[in-house]
């Protein structure tokens, strides 16, 4: 949808019915600037969802509310949103933010005010490792879709892949995923470059990387990497590109003008235009719901971190509490939304491990 579609479908989502006690759920993504598209399909995707449960009653006949608020992909801003968030009592959980400097910037304020940190959109390791209780993922590692690419890489041919990267927590935890994979695969790191986050200069990466290159991964977000493929294939290189999730799949085919042809991607979600899947038929109504008609994996995931919540929120025993979504939350075990299962308990936060290789 079109940005002013969406931003007026997300207004009718939260104007619900004020007759009885709303149940608040907080967020902070990229609304605006150039990974916007990232935190607006994802909460496209979890309203969604909310506007679904509401329709059948709510949460012990309560409303849901999500209190969505914009960063620009920005770590000080989020840190800001995020006190803002966790000084409203009324706040129960925080969900799907949208980046690995951003959610880990919020990371300190979540562990003070003890609230449930669900589904960020990111892959970092640091997130999800034992010493961070209440946060729980929903997609799999970034360690999980580097193993995936690395074993892609080979398959394709190569042997040696450089890198390009964003100089930020990010692009190190990307650089880190792909460095523990490629022994294991037979392939050797090149040489590598970074570009600075919500930024497309990579002239000077372009100028590093393409050189008799093999393959090329990227971590970086979709306009940045647009901007690489575009002056790499001007460059004359001809290889593969290989890139994480976190980029999106989709934007960067729209901002690449439609194609994606010799790109590689990691996706950690089942095909959004799979509705034999029954999570897919589910999302696909409840987006139509929405009066959206074009699926895609970040509002799919969006979708799918919500229905978690929305799933520990049935199980709260007696009037919702941060205390209580967090105790929910750990207790769910092995929960099968319908196709996508993620797997919770006392140490393990990691939900789930699918990762799809996406080739154009």
């Not at 669900?118 to 729980?136: H, K, S």
């Not at 890489?153 to 390009?164: C, L, W, Y």
């Not at 647009?226 to 460059?235: G, M, P, S, T, W």
């Amino acid at each position: 949808m079109q940005r002013r579609q969406l931003l007026t479908a997300l207004a009718a989502v939260s104007g619900v019915a004020q007759a009885a006690p709303l149940l608040r759920i907080g967020a902070s993504a990229a609304l605006t600037g150039p990974a916007a598209a990232l935190g607006r399909q994802y909460h496209l995707g979890s309203q969604a969802a909310l506007q679904a449960a509401n329709e059948q009653g709510g949460i012990q006949g309560q409303p849901l509310v999500l209190d969505l608020l914009d960063d620009g992909y920005e770590p000080d801003r989020a840190v800001a949103n995020t006190e803002a968030l966790v000084g409203d009592e009324r706040v129960l959980a925080l969900l799907g933010y949208v980046g690995t400097p951003t959610s880990m910037a919020a990371l300190p304020l979540v562990k003070r005010h003890q609230l449930a940190f669900v589904g960020p959109y990111t892959g970092a390791d640091a997130l999800w490792e034992r010493a961070n209780p209440q946060v729980f993922m929903v997609r799999a590692s970034y360690r999980d879709e580097g193993r995936a690419l690395a074993h892609a890489i080979r398959s394709d041919g190569a042997r040696r892949v450089n890198v390009f990267y964003q100089a930020d927590l990010y692009g190190r935890a990307g650089l880190e995923a792909l460095r523990d994979a490629v022994a294991a695969a037979g392939i050797t790191l090149g040489a590598a470059a970074t570009v600075k986050r919500n930024t497309v200069e990579v002239a000077d990466a372009v100028h590093e990387l393409t050189e008799n290159a093999e393959a090329i991964y990227m971590v970086s977000t979709y306009e940045t990497c647009a901007a690489f493929i575009e002056q790499a294939r001007k460059a004359g290189y001809r290889g593969r590109f290989y890139s994480l999730s976190f980029a999106g799949r989709e934007p960067l085919r729209s901002a690449l003008g439609g194609s994606l042809q010799g790109l590689v991607f990691a996706q950690v979600v089942p095909d959004p235009e799979d509705a034999q899947l029954p999570v897919v038929a589910q999302y696909q109504r409840a987006l139509r719901a929405m009066g959206a008609n074009a699926f895609d994996s970040i509002s799919l995931e969006g979708y799918l971190a919500t229905r978690v919540l929305l799933e520990a929120l049935r199980h709260v025993k007696g009037p919702p509490t941060r205390a209580r979504v967090l105790q929910a939350l750990a207790g769910l075990g092995r929960l099968d939304l319908g196709g996508y299962v993620v797997q919770y308990g006392a140490s393990e936060r990691r939900g789930s491990r699918l990762v799809r290789i996406v080739r154009d």
